[in-house]
């Protein structure tokens, strides 16, 4: 290959680089779902005990931080209970007088205050408490005002046992929920079945599955001083992926089959599942099998099993669009300064998907040079106008025109100058600069010309050469046109056919005289 050759390649690579670069790819939003929910197959894997019950990492705080976090919360939250530890401050008033009364709640059943009596703990909520107690104070002393408030929350401990960490005692107050010592569970605990064990000697079930996805907060139980938390084996236990509402891996009870885990545990199939084809992978008789099943089915699932509902097999559809274009390559430049390259992008879309629905998915590319008034779609080798701006800001039904693959949508640069014409001195096109007036236009062009009629009379015409308002706004590719004075017109006329006339009296005369001669 000659170094000439190589030479003239190497340009013409590097010219067709940036264009090649330009061949970009937007999905419409319904085809971005449905390829987000066929990639799920592969992503979701098995969820941990705190992952199946959607809770977050606790924040760490110190001390001081969390005392005061409790202080706050309890006085907020009418259901917190009074608990040992727990310190009141009773003021009343006495002979006019201000007497302050320290409280403080011990493990005992009875808190006594002083000068007042003794008050049952027991079941009671610290606003019911503070009621009671201040009831005793009105009937003793009427009209002492007086007011039970908590300073400090108290704090106590309460063990956990079974399929955990390690068993222990564990730090709680009295807002402490059950679900709050998730995190000392394995993950071949059990979230259906949870046992709290209190210091008398009664016990109850819980479900945190039913507390935590199911909104069932009787599930979810404020735990006291004394009581033991049991977290159980585990049962049977699926992890679902696919087009499902709620992919995860969920711990199902005795007679859920896969409609069950898809209706109630995953919420349902998306839009885009395909329910006769779910696939069931199991270890079966020492190997790895998968079964293809329908949703229709009520299969019977074991432990360990992995569904995967499939997505829909729908063909996704192509436009193109190529023109006054924003790229979406970073390492491209110039892209959105008038008169570069056109920048062209294949847009993919399901069957379904409107102009509208393009438009929307394309409108971070469009640029302040692109015409969205002057766009056109070419289907089938005819092509006809679309109004981009119409149908992204107003109500055009041209919006409703479904997508057919092959379709080409072309949106021109629109030209940021205004033509001024007609009498002026130096007609021509010039900068467009916003929010100027007649005159400056014909200032650039060189004032008005000796023939002009004056600076008000004018006439405007759009991009399309259609005459608008003379009191429209100038605008860019407005053209504008100084008139000519109708006296200037007509001696120029006039002038013209007086000498047309001369000439011909002239040619007349001179053919006289020759023929006189002749003879």
């Known amino acids: 290959m000659s170094k000439r050759l190589y030479a003239i390649l190497t340009i013409a690579i590097l010219a067709l680089l940036p264009l090649m670069a330009d061949n970009q790819v937007v999905m419409s939003t319904r085809a971005q779902s449905l390829t987000s929910s066929a990639e799920a197959d592969d992503t979701l894997s098995w969820q941990g005990y705190t992952d199946q019950l959607g809770l977050s990492v606790p924040v760490t705080m110190d001390y001081d931080l969390l005392q005061t976090k409790h202080l706050v919360t309890a006085r907020g939250d009418a259901s917190y209970p009074v608990t040992p530890g727990d310190i009141y401050q009773l003021n009343y008033l006495y002979n006019g007088s201000l007497v302050t009364v320290p409280v403080a709640v011990t493990h005992s059943d009875e808190v006594s205050v002083a000068n007042i009596g003794s008050f049952s703990r027991l079941g009671k909520t610290f606003d019911e408490f503070r009621r009671e107690v201040e009831g005793a104070v009105t009937s003793r002393y009427p009209y002492s005002s007086p007011s039970l408030s908590l300073t400090a929350t108290g704090s106590f401990t309460v063990r956990v046992a079974g399929y ?149 097999n729908t063909p996704m559809g192509s436009v193109t669009l190529e023109g006054a274009l924003q790229s979406s390559d970073t390492t491209s430049s110039g892209n959105t300064v008038y008169g570069t390259m056109s920048t062209q992008y294949f847009f993919r879309f399901v069957p379904g998907d409107t102009i509208e629905d393009m438009l929307v998915s394309m409108s971070p590319y469009f640029t302040t040079f692109s015409d969205l008034d002057g766009c056109y779609m070419t289907r089938d080798g005819q092509s006809r106008p679309v109004s981009f701006r119409n149908i992204l800001y107003g109500d055009d039904p041209a919006g409703d025109i479904v997508l057919e693959n092959g379709d080409r949508f072309t949106i021109p640069f629109a030209s940021q100058v205004v033509t001024v014409n007609g009498a002026v001195n130096n007609p021509g096109t010039y900068a467009y600069v916003p929010g100027k007036d007649v005159s400056y236009y014909v200032n650039l062009a060189g004032g008005l010309s000796s023939s002009a009629r004056g600076l008000d009379k004018y006439k405007l015409y759009n991009s399309y050469g259609e005459k608008i308002d003379d009191a429209s706004p100038i605008t860019a590719e407005t053209t504008i046109e100084m008139e000519v004075s109708n006296f200037e017109r007509d001696l120029g006329i006039a002038v013209t056919s007086i000498g047309l006339v001369a000439t011909i009296l002239g040619i007349v005369t001179s053919v006289i005289n020759i023929a006189s001669g002749n003879t």
């Open 164 to 312: 955990v960490t390690s068993s222990q005692a564990v730090d709680a107050w009295g807002l402490t929920r059950l679900s709050d010592l998730a995190w000392y569970a394995s993950d071949m605990a059990s979230t259906r079945d949870v046992v709290v064990t209190h210091s008398d000697g009664t016990s109850a079930h819980y479900d945190l599955y039913a507390a935590r996805l199911g909104g069932d907060s009787s599930q979810d139980p404020c735990l006291r001083a004394g009581d033991t938390v049991t977290f159980t084996r585990r049962g049977t236990t699926v992890t679902i992926a696919g087009s499902v509402a709620r992919p995860g891996t969920y711990q199902i009870l005795e007679g859920d089959g896969l409609r069950s885990v898809i209706d109630s545990y995953a919420q349902g199939l998306d839009s885009f599942a395909d329910s006769s084809t779910v696939r069931v992978q199991r270890f079966e008789d020492g190997r790895y099998v998968e079964h293809i099943v329908s949703y229709e089915d009520d299969f019977a699932l074991l432990d360990g099993d992995r569904i995967v509902v499939e997505t829909m």
